[in-house]
């Protein structure tokens, strides 16, 4: 389809309808359903959460949480177990970092490998294994970034295999206490700086790996030949693939139907027709009321909340009933 008819299409306010849903593959890595796609949503404010939730007539069975490994772990555990308390079966989707976000002069990855920070990587594994949840750990997420989070692929990748170890020590503590091992390791890329060749380069070994991850956000990321690669080399070492965090940046939400039509219809395509990507995580922000909050520079990233307007609230409801997703009251 050319350029032209994508763009007339985009305009048009009649719905594009999603594409048939191809099954899924199954290649039995920790934490995989045999088919279907585990739904999720956030990201860390849980006001905002709790708005998709309010909102969304099929609930996520995955929140997204984030925590570096030298913030306060205490508290975060805290906050983090009275949240869950009122949301029985929800699982997690946790970005792990060792970096502060947007100052990658401040990453720390060599103080996890060397084993400094031991004490409180156990205290929260831990955590995650007594709670006996689901947890999908992408592990220095978005690792590629280097503009933004300081990364270089030797330290980070000697951190991963530090960290892949620790998770399974835990795992096999659970197995041992006749538990199921609830923590799966992600390796995750975004798809904002350079290529993926160069995100390749932050490739961890595959014995360290239990599921590969990827964050497209524009209509160009579901279109260009980048994410196409990295599902097809996935499917090849057989690894499930994660969406770890998807928004319509640049798009948003308020046009209704054009939206639905130039982003959401790609977004729900790039899960349909490739059998290898079975969790997605939605980002459910007024990006400009959050970059405000918190500082960050996503002011003109769009309003992603889905209640934002009445017909991609419809559509989205429509698409998130149909019987492929994993949600937590089905």
């Given amino acids: 389809m050319n350029n032209f008819l994508h763009y007339w299409l985009s305009?048009?306010?009649?719905?594009?309808?999603?594409?048939?849903?191809?099954?899924?593959?199954?290649?039995?890595?920790?934490?995989?359903p045999k088919s279907g796609v585990l739904h999720g949503a956030g990201q860390h404010i849980w006001s905002t959460f709790e708005e998709y939730w309010q909102n969304v007539e099929s609930k996520p069975c995955l929140y997204m949480s984030y925590i570096g490994l030298n913030d306060n772990i205490d508290q975060y555990i805290v906050d983090l177990q009275q949240q869950l308390d009122g949301k029985p079966g929800l699982g997690l989707q946790v970005g792990l970092a060792m970096t502060i976000d947007g100052q990658p002069e401040k990453h720390y990855e060599m103080q996890a490998s060397n084993g400094e920070l031991d004490d409180q990587l156990a205290k929260l594994l831990n955590f995650y294994q007594r709670l006996q949840r689901p947890v999908l750990l992408r592990i220095g997420y978005e690792c590629n970034g280097t503009a933004w989070n300081g990364y270089e692929p030797d330290s980070f990748i000697d951190a991963f295999h530090y960290i892949s170890e620790k998770v399974n020590e835990v795992n096999a503590a659970a197995l041992e206490k006749g538990l199921e091992p609830n923590i799966a390791r992600v390796w995750n890329l975004s798809m904002?700086?350079?290529?993926?060749?160069?995100?390749?380069?932050?490739?961890?070994?595959?014995?360290?790996?239990?599921?590969?991850?990827?964050?497209?956000?524009?209509?160009?990321?579901?279109?260009?030949?980048?994410?196409?690669?990295?599902?097809?080399?996935?499917?090849?070492?057989?690894?499930?693939?994660?969406?770890?965090?998807?928004?319509?940046?640049?798009?948003?939400?308020?046009?209704?139907?054009?939206?639905?039509?130039?982003?959401?219809?790609?977004?729900?395509?790039?899960?349909?027709?490739?059998?290898?990507?079975?969790?997605?995580?939605?980002?459910?922000?007024?990006?400009?009321?959050?970059?405000?909050?918190?500082?960050?520079?996503?002011?003109?990233?769009?309003?992603?909340?889905?209640?934002?307007?009445?017909?991609?609230?419809?559509?989205?409801?429509?698409?998130?009933?149909?019987?492929?997703?994993?949600?937590?009251?089905?």
């Fill in 192 to 330: 904002d700086y350079k290529d993926l060749n160069y995100g390749l380069q932050f490739k961890p070994d595959e014995s360290h790996i239990d599921w590969w991850s990827i964050n497209p956000f524009t209509t160009s990321d579901f279109e260009g030949n980048d994410l196409r690669r990295f599902l097809a080399m996935a499917h090849d070492i057989k690894k499930p693939v994660l969406l770890g965090e998807i928004t319509p940046r640049y798009v948003g939400t308020s046009r209704g139907v054009k939206d639905w039509n130039c982003w959401f219809v790609r977004y729900f395509n790039a899960i349909n027709d490739n059998p290898g990507v079975k969790a997605s995580s939605y980002i459910n922000w007024h990006w400009k009321e959050v970059a405000k909050q918190l500082g960050q520079v996503w002011g003109n990233w769009g309003d992603a909340r889905v209640h934002n307007h009445p017909d991609i609230l419809r559509l989205y409801n429509e698409e998130m009933s149909k019987p492929h997703w994993i949600n937590l009251d089905g």
């Fill in 11 to 32: 305009q048009s306010n009649q719905p594009r309808s999603t594409n048939v849903f191809q099954d899924r593959n199954y290649y039995g890595a920790v934490l995989e």
